[in-house]
Nanobody, 125 residues
Framework: VQLQASGGGLVQAGDSLRLSCAAS????????VGWFRQAPGKEREFVSA????????CYADSVKGRFTIARDNAENTVYLQMNSLKPEDTAVYYC???????????????????WGQGTQVTVSS
């Protein structure tokens, strides 16, 4: 599976962005897809994930209520709608896919098999 993340940009606090993660491969619907982010000098952190075939979603507490993850398996794409953006959301955002992952590991970046190249999100105050 090859992943291509896009949609980042420079916005002001309170604005919205929608990130896309486009995947190759006919079996994309069988993968759990996660979004992670990494700010300069900080560790990579979990943002959100969606189980295969849209079976369930989860979010980091810091984005819950502001971000929404969704997938379109027909288009082999997972979206991350980010609303009410804050300066602390500034980071490089990565999407990742896992062929088989248990729920308790879904927030662990090292459990994912495939990664996109990242897209920069910058939120100014």
């Amino acid at each position: 599976v090859q992943l291509q993340a896009s949609g980042g940009g420079l916005v002001q606090a309170g604005d919205s962005l929608r990130l896309s993660c486009a995947a190759s491969g006919r079996t994309f619907s069988t993968y759990t897809v996660g979004w992670f982010r990494q700010a300069p000098g900080k560790e990579r952190e979990f943002v959100s994930a969606i189980r295969r075939s849209g079976g369930g979603t989860c979010y980091a507490d810091s984005v819950k209520g502001r971000f929404t993850i969704a997938r379109d398996n027909a288009e082999n794409t997972v979206y991350l709608q980010m609303n009410s953006l804050k300066p602390e959301d500034t980071a490089v955002y990565y999407c990742a896919a896992a062929a088989g992952i248990i729920l308790s590991s879904i927030r662990n970046w090292n459990r994912y098999d495939y990664w996109g190249q990242g897209t920069q999100v910058t939120v100014s105050s």
